[in-house]
């Protein structure tokens, strides 16, 4: 089962988010003729409160916001950088402000996709595909996530 934990201080785009990613079977399978691939999102409502949750579980992929209160997603990518337990973990950023200044600032830091606000359950689908077919194809420790 994929943990995902949604950081968002918007409590309409975190029960959208989540709806995107339980409503997507397959989206999480383990293999092809996995049908099911199950998902526990985990909800956070700011940076601090993600800081919180990171050290209670495993998580196969991060999806924050970068305007919030107190600790915004730069900041909280920043610190799953430079952690060893973290360093690994897929992460999705989104954002209103989606400048290519912003969007080329989250990927300098570690982010493995920029979606600009407002985006669609296709988009969010088709960059959390990508990501974890871009993780199967690299060797066994470089694609081992915070497990």
Do not use: C, W
Request: hydrophobic share 45%; no cysteine; glycine share 6%.
């Amino acid at each position: 089962m994929a943990r995902i934990l949604v950081v968002e201080d918007s409590s309409a785009f975190r029960a959208f988010i989540r709806a995107a990613l339980e409503d997507a079977p397959g989206l999480f399978a383990a293999s092809p003729d996995d049908t099911h691939g199950e998902v526990e999102v985990v909800e956070a409502a700011s940076g601090f409160d993600a800081l919180r949750l990171l050290p209670r579980g495993n998580y196969d992929l991060v999806i924050t916001d970068i305007n919030m209160p107190d600790i915004n997603g730069l900041e909280l990518l920043r610190f799953m950088r430079d952690s060893e337990r973290h360093r690994k973990v897929a992460t999705i950023i989104i954002s209103t402000q989606s400048s290519e200044k912003d969007r080329a600032r989250g990927l300098a830091l570690g982010a493995d996709a920029f979606l600009a606000k407002p985006f669609t359950v296709e988009a969010l689908q088709r960059a959390i595909t990508t990501i974890l077919q871009a993780r199967s194809s690299l060797p066994a420790e470089s694609s081992e996530g915070s497990r």
